[in-house]
């Protein structure tokens, strides 16, 4: 149980370690608040859809499960848009179409089909929690390193100063290949000097 | 024969269940996404048309009056099709239609970090005070004339829809005008 939520947090990772969901990854996080917001709502999604997945998977037909799956996930995604512009109309705003895209976010599909499919309630939320808690941290870091450098604040505060030059290739989409590319590199790094310590 | 029969059970009821969730939902948050769109409009007249102190809506029109109840001038919505989807904007013009006040863009769908630009306020601040008796142009190189601006670098086609879209919206607003014999 305890292996199904950590693994989403660092083993395996969803978007540095399995590189799912690369749209909004890339797409939102120009700034840390777009990453913080676009993680919770894939949070609620995720969370949602596994819990309402695994409930019925006894109930649902394997022919149209991806079918079903996908009203599931839709419900969730429409009900988290429609909350985010009642009432935080400029975060829906800077997310744009972003939020409703969260529908064909293969992390999602990928959870329902790979894990909360063929588990338990509880074990499909612990797979869920685990994988959109990774989504979110990740998100902010990447959010925020492109932030900082592109803009020189984080979470909209003005960290340097008037005499920093911004890159701002950071905010624009080549940057985001970057900082991803980056951080997938160092991810890999991390992990293999980790095994290599073991063999020693 | 039964597993088509409990396909179509298990569609119908998950489709059911949805669309009441997602209509009764829709029915608790209408007014509120409607309030937020009124005042995303009333903030965007305040930031195009600054010296307002009130604002008289009549019919598509909105007019912006001072302290002395004169007519600062116009403001409208003006709508239309951009490069990833609509474009929703505040315009507004002088009392003798003969000038752009400046644009507010509330609603837009262009791609980030590109067609995006077109909130920025160096893209809008171009509007100001442009020359509509002709029709706006856009160049992409440096603006000459009176009622030309600058496209946006990389995002030619959203900078056009901008201008297109205030283009149509005026003509349509002076031909309103017109016809009232104002």
């Known amino acids: ?200 | 024969m039964k597993n088509a029969v409990k396909i179509i059970l298990v569609l119908t009821f998950v489709s059911l269940l949805s669309s009441g969730i997602l209509s009764a939902v829709d029915m608790l948050s209408k007014d509120k996404i409607l309030r937020n769109r009124k005042k995303a409009i009333d903030s965007a007249i305040s930031k195009v048309i600054p010296a307002a102190v009130e604002v008289v809506h009549e019919g598509v029109i909105y007019k912006a009056f001072d302290k002395g109840k004169k007519v600062l001038g116009y403001a409208f919505l003006a709508e239309g099709q951009g490069y990833g989807g609509g474009i929703k904007m505040v315009c507004a013009v002088s009392p003798k239609l003969d000038k752009l006040l400046g644009i507010e863009i509330i609603e837009s769908q262009e791609t980030p970090g590109l067609g995006a630009r077109i909130n920025k306020e160096w893209f809008k601040n171009q509007f100001k005070g442009l020359d509509i008796l002709n029709k706006i142009t856009y160049t992409k190189s440096k603006p000459s004339g009176k009622s030309q601006i600058q496209a946006i670098t990389g995002a030619t086609i959203s900078s056009r829809s901008v201008v297109h879209i205030i283009n149509r919206r005026i003509e349509e607003i002076k031909k309103q005008f017109d016809s009232q014999g104002n």
Request: net charge positive; proline share 4%.
């Open chain 1, 1 to 200: 149980m305890k292996n199904s939520f950590v693994k989403g947090l660092w083993k395996e990772h969803p978007v540095f370690r399995q590189l799912l969901g690369m749209c909004p990854t890339l797409a939102v996080t120009t700034s840390a608040v777009n990453g913080l917001s676009m993680g919770l709502a894939v949070m609620f999604v995720l969370n949602f859809s596994s819990l309402v997945v695994s409930l019925i998977r006894k109930v649902v037909p394997s022919q149209v499960r991806i079918a079903v799956y996908t009203i599931i996930i839709a419900t969730f995604v429409t009900l988290a848009d429609v909350f985010l512009k009642a009432n935080y109309p400029s975060i829906s705003k800077s997310l744009g179409p972003y939020v409703p895209l969260i529908v064909v976010n293969c992390i999602i599909l990928g959870r329902a089909e790979a894990f909360a499919s063929k588990n338990t309630p509880v074990k499909a939320v612990m797979d869920s929690l685990g994988m959109s808690i990774g989504f979110l941290w990740g998100l902010i870091l990447l959010g925020g390193i492109r932030e900082i450098l592109g803009n020189g604040s984080f979470f909209g505060i003005t960290l340097l100063g008037p005499g920093f030059e911004k890159w701002v290739v950071m905010v624009l989409p080549a940057g985001a290949f970057l900082v991803l590319g980056l951080l997938v590199a160092a991810m890999n790094f991390i992990e293999k000097r980790k095994t290599k310590v073991k063999v020693l």
